[in-house]
């Protein structure tokens, strides 16, 4: 899989560089992001081992070469352990997460890509190498398909077999709404692993009331995996925004070769949950918002209902410098959906010559629980986090802590620095 998809990545290079010299002229940014982290954690060798992993993010994108059409793009990322423990199966990892060579046409918007890549649209979330294709289809439509191997089962067995496709038709009327009709296949060792098709909306209506929605059919079962549905609007100085959503943890999780071990038993469940609620924002004066929110979960095979109702304050000062608070409470029949929760966030961008910062940051969340969990009735976590940039902002350092504390874990202190760079230059 490695040396084919290296293959596809030179090839393009190769076919980029290779039209006339007129013609050579690119637009080119490099990302960089350095992340060293530090915790403590038990390992098989020993307690309370510091792990000090640095993580390496690197993102290359040359756009615009030439007339062509033609543009690349890269984004990868390495892991070492420092400290050199046993916490990670293995010392040092990397990926590449994406990789591709992309054409972008004039004519119906065309556009086609080949690589390593990402595909959001419709019911696809997915990573694959492979190819995209997508245009206009004359005034109204437009549709867009890809297959390939689905990036995910490479690292459990061979590519043998291994495949994903599908696609989405939209039909759509400038500024009143977007209708599309999806659906995939994901093959696994030339058995079925996954089949979904799907319908998503997004409706412009009058009065500035917007309406967005989403839903999953499992072909594999014959049922409705997922239902979600939001409203817009704005009545006077209040702004509402309704919602439902309904998953079905058999048909949404799924039990194939393709689902994440991690959702096997909320796969194997049969929970069914509906969830509906609302927000309410209303501006008072200038910098002050209030929100409030209610929920409700409603969980089928548990024969239990819990609701979560909250208030915000939200102070907003110049620039991007926020002052803000929480109170929420959730009343519900289990000892997990019985707690009340308080917030306290800030971030402040404006200080002046005073201290040698560009921003500071804060939130801190605490849940008290009405009945004990594993012993424990509250959890806290606190999050401080500050940086400074450099070299005209090409340059930003960030340095954040955070703690916690809850029933699941005793105590948490982690500690990280990260390093972000950004070059751009036209070549």
Not at 19 to 32: R, T, V
Request: one cysteine or more; hydrophobic letters at 35%.
């Amino acid at each position: 899989m490695k040396k084919c998809l290296g293959r596809m990545f030179w090839v393009g290079v190769v076919l980029m560089f290779c039209g006339p010299l007129n013609a050579a002229a690119a637009d080119l940014n490099i990302q960089s992001d350095t992340l060293l982290r530090g915790f403590e954690r038990d390992t098989a060798s020993e307690t309370d081992a510091m792990v000090m992993p640095v993580y390496e993010y690197l993102q290359f994108d040359m756009e615009d070469i030439g007339t062509s059409g033609l543009s690349l793009h890269f984004y990868g990322w390495g892991r070492a352990d420092l400290a050199d423990t046993d916490y990670y199966d293995r010392n040092t990892d990397g990926e590449l997460l994406y990789g591709y060579v992309e054409y972008s046409g004039k004519q119906a918007r065309f556009n086609a890509r080949l690589g390593r890549q990402y595909v959001f649209e419709g019911v696809s979330n997915e990573s694959l190498d492979g190819l995209r294709l997508s245009s206009d289809l004359g005034r109204y439509f437009s549709g867009s398909v890809y297959a390939g191997q689905q990036v995910a089962m490479s690292r459990e067995n061979s590519r043998s077999g291994d495949s994903i496709y599908g696609g989405r038709l939209a039909n759509h009327l400038g500024g009143v709404y977007d209708l599309g009709l999806s659906y995939k296949k994901i093959r696994n060792d030339s058995s079925d692993a996954e089949e979904v098709s799907g319908i998503d909306l997004a409706a412009y209506l009058p009065y500035n009331i917007n309406l967005h929605g989403f839903s999953s059919y499992n072909m594999v079962s014959d049922e409705w995996a997922e239902h979600s549905y939001e409203l817009s609007a704005s009545i006077a100085m209040v702004s509402i925004r309704p919602y439902f959503q309904q998953f079905q943890y058999n048909d949404y999780f799924g039990t194939g070769d393709n689902s994440s071990r991690l959702f096997r038993a909320l796969a194997a469940s049969g929970q069914e949950l509906t969830i509906v609620g609302t927000d309410l924002s209303l501006p008072v004066g200038d910098s002050l918002l209030l929100v409030g929110k209610a929920k409700n979960y409603d969980y089928k095979r548990l024969y239990d209902t819990a609701q979560y109702l909250a208030a915000q304050l939200i102070f907003s000062g110049e620039g991007m410098s926020q002052l803000g608070g929480e109170f929420g409470t959730m009343l519900g029949d289990t000892a997990q959906n019985e707690y009340y929760l308080l917030r306290l966030f800030t971030y402040c961008d404006q200080l002046g010559e005073s201290l040698p910062l560009d921003f500071i940051s804060g939130d801190l969340v605490y849940v008290g629980y009405d009945q004990p969990i594993n012993g424990e009735d509250s959890s806290l976590f606190l999050s401080l986090g500050t940086g400074k940039k450099f070299m005209d902002d090409a340059l930003e350092l960030k340095l954040s802590a955070d703690y916690s504390s809850d029933p699941y874990f005793d105590k948490d202190l982690r500690g990280m620095l990260t390093a972000s760079y950004n070059f751009s230059t036209s070549l």
